[in-house]
C-alpha cells in the first residue's frame, strides 16, 4: 500500500476536524479525495503529508510511519498545497534548480530539463515566476512536487482559479504523471474526478462517508431511486398522483410541470394515470444519476 490512514483524530481545541478516518490507497491509483468546504480534506492531506500531526490514529506513506518525518519520508511525496507557495522574485529554472539542490538530486540541471519539458514550461523557464499567469504558477507548482521523482503524489485543489483551457492543460498533466505514481487529488470539480479519478473518497465534517472503487456513485443511492420530469398538456390533479405506488414527493414547477420523486422507475404508471385521465404527455425524462448529484445528496 502507498498510503494507509487508521483511525485518525484530528483535534483543534474543542473542534474535531476529523473524527476517526480510515482508508488505504494502492501503489499506482489516481483517487478523488472529495467534500464540501470545512470537511477536512486538506487536514487529512497535510497528515499525510507529515505536515501536520495528527491527535490520534496512525498513517503510513510507503512502509514510513508520517511521524518519522526525515529524509526519506519526504522523498516518497510530491506536495501542492491548495494556496500554491511560490518564490515570486527568483526565475522558474533558478527556483526549480533550489529545489532540486534541496533533494540534493544528481544531473539537477538534467532533471529541471526534463520537468520543464513535461509540465509545458519551456516558454517560460526563463521568466520571473511573478510574471507568470495562475495556470503556469501551477505548472511551476507541479514541477516542483515531481522535481525529485516521488511515489505519491498529493494534489489540494490543483485547478483553483483557472480557466478552462488552464484546468485542461492541468488535468491531462496530472492524468500523464498518474500512470506511474499514486495520487490523491482533492478538488470541487465533480467533472474533473469523472475524468482524472478511478476512485473516490467523499469526508463530510470530518467523517468518511464514501470509499469508492469508482466514481460511478449511483449505486451508492437506494436502489431503483428515480426522479422523473413530466410536462401534460392541461394541470392535473397532483394529489391523485402521488397516490400512484412507489412515488414519495410531488413538487410543482408550473401548472402543468412536475417533479416526481419516486423508490421505483415510474414512468409506465404516469404514462397510464395520463391515459386514464385524458392527459397528454408533452415531455417525460427520468434524471440520471451523476457524481454531482450523488455527491450533493450524500452532503447536503
Do not use: W
Not at 469508492?212 to 422523473?228: A, R, W, Y
Amino acid at each position: 500500500m502507498s498510503i494507509v490512514v487508521k483511525d485518525v483524530i484530528k483535534e483543534f481545541g474543542r473542534q474535531k476536524a476529523l473524527k476517526g478516518v480510515s482508508f488505504s490507497i494502492e501503489s499506482g491509483e489516481i483517487v478523488g479525495f472529495l467534500g464540501p468546504n470545512g470537511a477536512g480534506k486538506s487536514t487529512m492531506m497535510k497528515i499525510i503529508s507529515g505536515l501536520l500531526p495528527q491527535t490520534t490514529g496512525e498513517v503510513e506513506v510507503c512502509g514510513i510511519n508520517n511521524g518519522d518525518y526525515n529524509e526519506s519520508f519526504r522523498r516518497k511525496i510530491g506536495y501542492l498545497p491548495e494556496h500554491n507557495p511560490l518564490y515570486l522574485d527568483m526565475y522558474v529554472k533558478e527556483y526549480l534548480l533550489m529545489v532540486a539542490e534541496l533533494y540534493q538530486l544528481p544531473k539537477r540541471k538534467e532533471r529541471v530539463a526534463e520537468m520543464v519539458e513535461l509540465t509545458g514550461l519551456t516558454l517560460e523557464q526563463n521568466k520571473k515566476i511573478g510574471t507568470l499567469s495562475k495556470g503556469y504558477r501551477q505548472r511551476v507548482g507541479l514541477a516542483q512536487a515531481l522535481i525529485h521523482d516521488p511515489e505519491v503524489l498529493i494534489l489540494d485543489e490543483p485547478t483553483t482559479g483557472l480557466d478552462p483551457n488552464q484546468i485542461l492543460e492541468i488535468r491531462n498533466l496530472i492524468k500523464t504523471v498518474g500512470k506511474a505514481k499514486t495520487v490523491m487529488l482533492s478538488t470541487h470539480i465533480m467533472q474533473e474526478v469523472e475524468a482524472i479519478c478511478e476512485r473516490v473518497i467523499i469526508l463530510n465534517r470530518g467523517e468518511m462517508l464514501v470509499d469508492h472503487p469508482s466514481t460511478d456513485l449511483s449505486i451508492l443511492q437506494n436502489s431503483g431511486q428515480s426522479m422523473v420530469f413530466v410536462e401534460f398538456d392541461q394541470a392535473p390533479d397532483i394529489e391523485s398522483i402521488r397516490s400512484i405506488n412507489n412515488i414519495k414527493n410531488v413538487e410543482s414547477i408550473s401548472k402543468t410541470e412536475l417533479r416526481i420523486d419516486a423508490n421505483d422507475d415510474v414512468r409506465k404508471s404516469i404514462f397510464n394515470y395520463a391515459v386514464d385521465n385524458n392527459l397528454a404527455i408533452l415531455t417525460m425524462t427520468r434524471d440520471e444519476q451523476n457524481l454531482e448529484s450523488v455527491f450533493h445528496a450524500l452532503t447536503k
